[in-house]
């Protein structure tokens, strides 16, 4: 039984030996073929769809994609529209505020919650829930509540503060900020969450030595803890500025982008020239200067994280 | 059966017992109510209100008549409970010429996301596996560039992929809707179960091997029956991120396909008519059920999941 199966293998390995070259190539196969969707998406769409949209950027496509050259007509527009510009600002307001309280508030809520309290679930959940909803009902529900005839403003006035004025959607020199609260509200969970799994992969015994030195808590946290969770904060960043180069959703539920263009944001832009004003040229390049953005964000941390020791 | 180690504290208690006697020692114990706890709990419980706020309002107003609300504010409770604003946003809110309300959103995004979810969870858990236990020359570098794929701004790959789905024909169905989700769910799921299985020891895999298992083999008989954890984590992430899409709905659907998220916006931001705010509560409210029934029901599994794909990631 044996020989009669080894010689049945025989030939048929006899064969693979004759046709050697694409061996290697057949080796693993199914493990080849079952990664061809993920192989497929990551060039064909990913490398090759950012590929395509960058080479288009640089044409004068308007209604349809043509592959006429037009240097850098289209990023010349594009820089001379004031609603670019606007849009631009209010990324980075946004951005930068978006950054700071998230971190301040992700920390002390995590370091809070760290405190061997009790309840802590129920204050977690809480806080996260939040995270579960999308950007179009947290947009909507803020809107309701900022609403000035209906909302914040008409309760404070209605408490006696006849002259309280607090109607972020409506003007345009704040509206960004009416942004900026819900947007706090739907994203700072999710950072909390990940510092107060940053805060308890530190060593007990750390906080057992501080206090065997007579450290104050706050001057730990400041000195010895944070120093520590540096990893979790980069991670954090990262995490939190790729989510703000995409901020779309709330501002399409919240403003629609006004009072005016005061609070446009350039992935609005984007959807707006590609598939409403048939202007995708402009689409394109737009598209393609928040690859940029991203990129300046990423190559640093690129270099943080892997640079040294990884041929990256 | 019993442990040592549950044994150990009652011995050490046992041994400590008649000290007890000498008089109270260790540390006096902590008040309840100390300068400390007031402003730890006081923080914790201001914040809370802000987290709760947005929900009681939700809530509240959806159960209020118009009336009440032009008179009212949005803080107080109903004083005549409705519940003809949710039937309303239910069955009869209009979006364009559609009188159905937002039934037909829902029933739009559940068709969208079962197949959805279906697929992107096999793919990417099949992907996982072949990344950590077949590796080949080259698939660590399609893996990188398919987790760097991640941080393109979506808006980048948006008019490539009308073109390919113009191509295959699927543009504007809800086929093609289910095609794009699997296209971007794939790098953080693919990277959950690629970490997940590389835990796996070796040892198993290798006798798995010898016994003559093959791709398909292992990863039915062996990795499959060990990974419900990581299964029930990827779906979480998946359903609460495919029900609350709203680009790729709005870019690669009609609007009578349209899921609930687009048709939502549509019913509470349309400029005609009188705004009928208690109906776009209930709206709101009702897109919101789905990801916050699973939320509360997963628990520590969802905090695991967004860990997970964070930190790793």
Redesign the interface.
Known sequence: MAITETSAAIPASGERQAVRPPNRLF??I???I??L???L???G??????T??IV?SFTDSGLL?RLDWAGLEQYERLWSQRRWIVSIQNLAIYGICSLVFTLVIGFV?AA??D?K?RFEDT????????????????G??????L?PN??VQ??VR?LGFENFTFDPLYNADIVIYGLLIAGL?QGT??IM??ML??LRGIDEDIWKAARVDGIPAWKTYIRIIIPMMKP?FV??LV?IA?GI??L??LV??QT?GGPGIASEV??KY??DK??QGQN?GQ??A???M??VT?AII?IPWAFLQFGGRAK? | MTNPAQLAPAVAAAGTLPRLQDGPSGPPPRRALSGRNIM??G??IV??V??????Y??IV?SLKGMPE??LG???SPPVEVTFQPWVKAWAEACTGINCDGLSRGFWNSVRILIPSVILSVS?AS??G???SK?K?KG?EL?????L??A???????????V??LRELGLYGSLGGLVLVH??FG?PIN?LLFRNYFAQVPEELFKAARVDGA???GIFIRIMLPMSLPIFVVSLIIQV?GI?????FG??YTKPDLYPM?VQ??NI??SVQGVKE?NV??AA?LL??LV??V???AS?KL??RG??AG??K?
């Open positions: 080796r693993n199914s493990a080849k079952a990664l969707p993920m192989i998406v990551a060039v769409i990913f490398v090759g769809g950012t395509w949209t288009y994609p809520l809070l919650l405190r309290i204050f977690r959940t809480i806080f996260l829930y939040p995270f579960a909803l999308s950007f179009i009902v947290t909507l529900v803020w809107q309701w509540i609403n209906f909302g008409k309760i209605s509200w969970g999710l969450c990940i799994a940053g979790v991670t954090a995490l790729s180069v995409k779309y959703d399409v539920a629609s350039p992935a984007v959807y590609m598939f995708l689409g394109f737009a598209s393609t928040m690859l991203v990423l990256k | 730890l709990y923080t914790l914040v809370s802000y987290y709760l706020l947005p929900l309002v939700m107003t609300i032009r504010n949005i803080f793919v099949v992907s596996y072949a990344l077949w080949f698939s399609f893996f990188s560039i398919l760097l794929g941080f393109i701004p979506y808006q980048v790959m948006l008019y490539p992929i073109i390919i699997l296209i794939l693919t093959g791709f398909w609460t029900w609350n899409d709203f680009l709005v870019v998220t939502l916006n509470v931001n705010y776009n509560m709101t897109t919101g990801p916050l699973i939320y509360f628990g969802f905090v967004i860990a964070a930190v990631g």
